[in-house]
């Protein structure tokens, strides 16, 4: 009589141990055979589909113009500035690359971010309007810009290639006696400096396919006004 209690009791616990699958739907697992040359298959050889940066220049630009203005000690909001390229400091001064313009763009952002007024050097004071239909107000034809801009103070560096980045040295000068109001310094890697500098890279082979390596740029292609009909000059020009 015990064993078979025993017996009994070791039935019961199997029963209760052993999952009902009556009441569940059927898993179907999929794999998929991942490899770089599917992904290349499927199109992924784009330039701007490489890893994420967890920090782009525009992260360094505020670290720097918060440094910068961290060593001044009595800002006037009255204050005006304006925003130069930073230079590369292996050349004449009068030399910089896609990285340096694209800082001084994130610069002028956060300068005004600050609450300070800057002014754009590169503002024509009229519109462009392409052929394609495109409209633009900045220029890079030192003739079309103001001679002029009321400024107090200037914001300029240099940019050194060191290894593994760029080091950025910063200065904000006033203009009235060109004295040294605040200096600051950040190192930008690699890697977030080859992020910009790809689009130039890009963009020097596009020009060089449609130029034939030659410059066409003559006094006859400049712009002629048109009716202006907007309270601002108008301008169109061909590409």
Avoid at 29 to 45: D, G, P, R
Avoid at 105 to 110: G, L, T
Wanted: aromatic content about 8%.
């Amino acid at each position: 009589m015990k064993y078979k209690a025993l017996s009994l009791c070791v039935l019961l616990a199997g029963c209760a141990e052993s999952p009902d699958n009556s009441n569940q739907l059927p898993v179907q697992v999929n794999t998929v055979n991942f490899s770089i040359e599917n992904a290349t298959k499927a199109n992924y050889t784009s330039k701007y589909h490489g890893d994420e940066l967890i920090k782009n220049v525009n992260h360094y630009a505020k670290w720097l113009t918060q440094d910068l203005f961290a060593n001044i000690d009595f800002p006037n909001n009255s204050d005006v500035f304006v925003v130069t390229n930073f230079a590369l400091l292996d050349s004449d001064l009068n030399k910089t690359n896609h990285f340096g313009r694209q800082m001084t763009e994130a610069m002028i952002h956060e300068v005004h971010r600050t609450g300070f007024s800057v002014i754009d050097l590169k503002a024509s004071g009229f519109i462009r309007m392409t052929e394609t239909g495109d409209v633009f107000y900045q220029s890079k034809d030192y003739l079309e810009l103001s001679p002029a801009a009321d400024a107090s103070h200037i914001i300029t560096g240099t940019l050194t290639k060191h290894q593994g980045g760029y080091l950025i040295n910063a200065q904000v000068v006033l203009l009235e006696n060109k004295a040294l109001v605040s200096s600051a310094q950040i190192f930008v890697p690699y890697k977030v400096v080859e992020a910009v500098m790809l689009e130039e890279n890009d963009q020097v082979v596009k020009e060089n396919n449609m130029n034939g390596n030659t410059n066409n740029a003559t006094n006859a292609n400049k712009a002629k006004p048109v009716i202006n009909k907007s309270g601002l000059s108008l301008k169109a020009y061909s590409q």
